[in-house]
């Protein structure tokens, strides 16, 4: 496949990443979960994963939440700079 020294994926948030469309069904979460995967492994030196803590939607702006999917990477391999 392809890969590249430096991926972004940005929106990584609950809602947008796995979109709420998908939150309570267990298949559609799997798909978005193997879409991550595939993200995160085209990487061959950095990966950046970045998320808003609030964001607009029309005229409202709401806060939001970290991803699912960023608890499960493994704690050895994020370095975060900044704890949400």
């Known amino acids: 496949g392809l890969e590249f020294p430096v991926v972004f994926l940005a929106g990584m948030e609950q809602g947008l990443f796995p979109h709420a ?45 970290p991803s699912s999917f960023l608890d499960e990477l493994p704690p050895e391999i994020v370095d975060a700079e900044e704890v949400w």
Do not use: C, K, M, N
């Open 21 to 65: 469309r998908s939150l309570g069904h267990p298949e559609e979460i799997e798909e978005e979960r193997r879409l991550f995967y595939v993200g995160i492994t085209r990487a061959q030196e950095r990966l950046y994963l970045t998320l808003s803590r609030y964001r607009r939607f029309g005229s409202e702006i709401s806060s939001s939440r």
